[in-house]
Every structure is written in structure tokens, then in C-alpha cells.
């Protein structure tokens, strides 16, 4: 009977010291994704002493490369920021198949209204033609101009890596300043010589109020897209749409509803047009090599990437109107439910071989890209 009860009792010691180790694991790792999600954004911060190892909460972080992590032990299985950095550089869809064949947006002007930019960042600094600060700004960049200007035209990131860039400081916080600059890039355009002309204007806000609409039907009859978040011409609208992490981002059949249409429940609307928006890396505004990775995106990343798709375009088949670009965008779309996703491989064909005869020679013999 002795020994019984001092094996229960054993037993009962051995149990409280298996649970309290697991309770200190458990704790500690809570305790840690506590910390992350508290954060949110590690960009710059220190998590170099945390075990995150068992932490599920990385991959909805937002990094750059002055994040200190843990030794690789202390990250969860295949966590690896680095890999992660580069991987999210890649736009997806076939863009750098078009880009290993010459379709870069080269010769195309682009024009970007949006707050105070860096302008000596590696990616897009020596492609600035024109720059204006913001009327009333101090130079102070942020973090929102380098975004769009990477992920329209960033050098390793961007959708149209070598297109010229035309930067129009504006103040997005109130939607009336915005079509008076869609005319002032309207007239400034028409002082280019035929080489060097705006092709389209990529503004990370939208707005379907009567001033906005008849300044973008202005445009796009001087031979100008003009891409924002809310409706296009034609009443085309874009959406967002995310591949996870490790599957192949130029596989359609990779990408999922994006992480701000799960976190609020939205269903796609019909016919909607999505880019991808989440898990991408972009320049970072703090220094000029640096570059931040972002897992949950929204439509500010979706319109300059959009905006790229029409700088291709307009490299392979300048003649064609803003109205034929965006019905080749619709008529090139892979099906995702009731929306469609982007096919940038098959919206430069199209582009392609409606290039007028005239000019065909003259395309193929510069390299062009019909077969």
C-alpha cells in the first residue's frame, strides 16, 4: 500500500513538472505572438533575443532589412526573411517572362501623383525625369510614394522596370486636388516629343465624382490611361488577390482572395479585375537600397501595378486607345469565380498582333515579339 501511494505520488510530481514545462513553452510562445501582433510592422525593430520558433504570427509581419531576427532554430520551420525579401520582388503572372523578352515599359512615360518621394532610390532614381514636390510639402519621403513608384516601375520589383518616370506631387487626402493635376499632366504631356510621351497615370486613390471622371475621359482622349482605385473607363474596376507564400506566383490556380477582403468579409464583384497586392516587396523609403516586405496589401498596391500592365502595353502597340487596352485587359483575364485575374502574357499578344501593318516590319525587325 506504501509503495502505492508513493507511486501516485511520483507520478503526480512527474505530471505537475511535464505540465509546468509545457505551461512555460506555451506562455512563451503567446507571450512572443503577442508581442508580433502587437507590433504588426517590425520593420526596423530588434526580435533578435525571442524564441519564435512555435509562433504562427511571421508571416502576416511586415519586414525590412533593418529587422534583427532570431537565429534560423528560433523562426518557425522554413521561415526564412531573406528568401521571403527576394521572393516577394517578383510581380507574378508571366511579368518576368515578358521582361526576359523585352517588355519592360521602355520608351514609355509613366506619370505618379502621390505625396513626397525619395528620389535617389536604386530602383527607380536614375529614371526620373521630372519631379514636383507636393505643393506645400517639406522634403520628407514617405513610405507610401516608394511603394507605388516600386511596384509600378521598380527596377527588380517593378511590373514596368524601365519605364520613364514623371512624378506630380499632389496631396491624396482630399480628392479635388486631384483631376486640376490630371490636367496639368494632360498639358505638360503635349509639350513631349512623340518619343517620350505619358502613356498612362497611376493615382493610389479613386474617386467616381463627376470632377474625377470627366478629367480621366480627358485624358484617355490625349492618348492618356489614367488607373486609380475606384472605377476605370468603361466602368472597369480593380481588386486585389494574394498567392501564399511558396506556391508558384505565375500560376493562376496559385492565388486566393486577398487578406483585406478575408479580414472584412467582401465578397468580388462581378466581373472585377484583380493584380496581386499581397506578399510583395517594394522600396523602401528610409534609405536608398533598402526594401520593405508587405503580406497584406490593398488597392494602393494594386493600381501601379495595373498601371505597369498598361506601360507594356504601350511599349509592344502604342497606337492603341485607353478604351482598347482595357477591353484587352477584360478579353485576356483568366476566370477567378465571379472576377478574373490578370494575364499579362496573353494581354501582350493581343496588344501584338493587332499592331497595324504599316508598323509591323518596322516592330519586328527591333526586336519585337510576335513568333
Known sequence: MAKRKHFKKSAL????????????????????????QAFGDLRGRSIQNRDLSGCEVLHIQRFDGLTKWPEPAKLPAGFDPAAIMELGKDPGLGIRELHARGVTGKGVGVAIIDGSLRLDHSEYGDRIAFYREPPGYKKQPIYHASMVVGILAGKTAGVAPEATIHYFGGHLDNADNIPPIIREIIAYNKELPDSDKIRVISISMGCALPNWMEAIAEAAENGITVVTTADLLNELRLSGIQ??????RNDP?????????????????????CVPIDNRTFADYQSADSFIFNPSGG????????????ALVCQVNPDLTTAEILKFCQQSATPFGQAFI????ELIRLAEVTIPRQTLDSYNNNGGLLP
Open 253 to 273: 490556380v496559385s492565388y486566393q482572395v486577398c487578406y483585406f477582403k478575408r479580414e472584412q468579409g467582401v465578397q468580388y464583384d462581378p466581373g472585377e479585375l
Open 299 to 310: 488597392m494602393s498596391e494594386g493600381a501601379p501595378y495595373f498601371a505597369g500592365l498598361v
Open 13 to 36: 510530481f512527474i505530471m505537475l513538472v511535464v505540465l509546468s514545462i509545457a505551461g512555460i513553452i506555451i506562455f512563451k510562445c503567446i507571450t512572443d505572438s503577442d508581442a508580433l
Open 342 to 345: 490578370v494575364n499579362p502574357v
Open 243 to 248: 498567392c501564399p507564400l511558396g506556391k508558384d
